[in-house]
């Protein structure tokens, strides 16, 4: 029998008195062996367990984690009490102001300061919801094209379905690493919760975050008091619509979802890596799963339609809260003209909501809509004034489409159908008997 313990050499053969690597045929050393098991423990050991409410196809510990060390890596300082207290007072004198401009009263119970990290807290159970169907689909996708990389005799096979398990794993810990990245670059550059047009703060709160306002007053000669109302006056705005058109909430999910439905995710980048990989090299594997994923939305007639549907939605949102803001800031803030023109500006070259949307949901807002949008709720106000604008907002059935955004005018002086129109038919005792609410209280047919 050979002295030969387990691979290593007797001592004293010359150069072949040190211990031979027993990893070395599998392409690395003991040590890259033992690193690449470590960051395979991290990323599953990560994954959310059965029965966990943050479980889903998409590692969102992993993704919280990346996107906070993104923001801290660059400095992201605890908010200090001077801060807090000149944000809270900035949105409670942006919701008086708003009581002039709007029917709909203030959203705003909790007014609050946020550095980036928090930002990255509080709105990741929203994003969660909004970006779970896509991560789903990319999960799947790339389980699958790993799962038939290479040749698996049969004798292996009953290890094969673990083994694509984890690769299924190891695909969730990689989206969810793209996810990180996505928010720890968006909560670089966000200045309150409502920038993206999400409901993404909690219920009841509006937020500024210092660090993003300053970053947007950076060059535009406007005063730092200014430039914090003139966005606490935007945010507040978003969260008036938020907390009081109670079916909007679920309509932006859901038509942010339908979307989602029909995107395909091109795969070619790594279905390339992985042509002949040899699936019991997890070293290889990784490398694999770090190839280059691409959203693509399909060209079908339901995609379209889930297409408009959202753009529309959001772009009416965006242009509400401009024309309000705009309307009510013009007489009180000097730099409301300059100041406005930075939020156009910063929208027109790719902002983070374009960027984000590209990256975690496969759509690209287009800024066109957003100006046809503001262009009809400014008509609208001329026309029906400021309770017939706002009473647009009473029903999805009664929010412009896309083909009204063509054509703003004609949308706003068709005053005899929203006259005509019973709006007691949409209370929530109707609704209710139409199909009931769901469990948060929102109207199942909303996104519909």
Known sequence: MSDTPFGFNRPGDGDDDKPQDPFKAMGGDMQQFAAMLHRFADMIGSQGAPGDPDAGPLNWDLAKNIARHSVVEQGDPS??????????????????????????????????????????????PVWAKVCDPIATRMVESMGGALGGAGDIPAEMQAMAGPLIG??????????????????????????????????????????????????????????DDE?????????????????HVPWLRAHILRAVEDYARGITVDLSGIEQAVQGLDISNPEAIQEALGGEISLQPEETP?????????????????????????????????????????????????GPAERTFATL??????????????????????????????????????LPTAEDLDNPEGFAQNKSELDDLDISAFTNEDRADEGGTDEDGDDPKAGS
């Open 302 to 350: 339901q995609q379209k339609a889930a297409l408009a549907r959202l753009e529309t939605t959001l772009a009416l949102v965006e242009g509400w809260v401009d024309t309000v803001v705009n309307e009510v800031a013009g007489g009180r803030l000097p730099g409301a003209v300059k100041l406005a023109e930075a939020v156009r500006r910063r929208r027109a070259t790719g």
């Open 166 to 223: 984890m690769v299924k794993q190891m695909a969730g810990a990689m989206v969810g690493g793209q996810a990180g990245q996505a928010l720890g670059a968006l909560a670089r550059e966000v200045v309150g919760s409502a920038d993206v047009g999400l409901p993404l703060a909690p219920d009841g709160v509006g937020a500024l975050l210092p660090a993003g306002v300053d970053a947007f007053g950076a060059g535009l000669e406007v005063s």
């Open 79 to 124: 908010i200090v009490d001077a801060e807090r207290r000149q944000v809270e007072e900035a949105l409670r004198l942006a919701d008086l102001w708003l009581d002039e401009g709007t029917t709909l009263p203030a959203g705003i119970q909790k007014p609050q300061a946020w550095s980036r990290s928090e930002w990255i807290e509080q709105t990741l």
């Open 227 to 243: 430039v914090r109302l003139y966005l606490a006056l935007r945010e507040a705005a978003h969260q008036r619509l938020f907390a």
């Open 361 to 398: 949901v496969g759509l690209e807002l287009r800024p066109r809509r957003l100006r046809e949008a503001a262009t009809l709720w400014r008509t609208l106000t001329e026309v029906r004034g400021t309770q017939g604008r706002d009473a647009v907002w009473e029903h999805p059935d009664l």
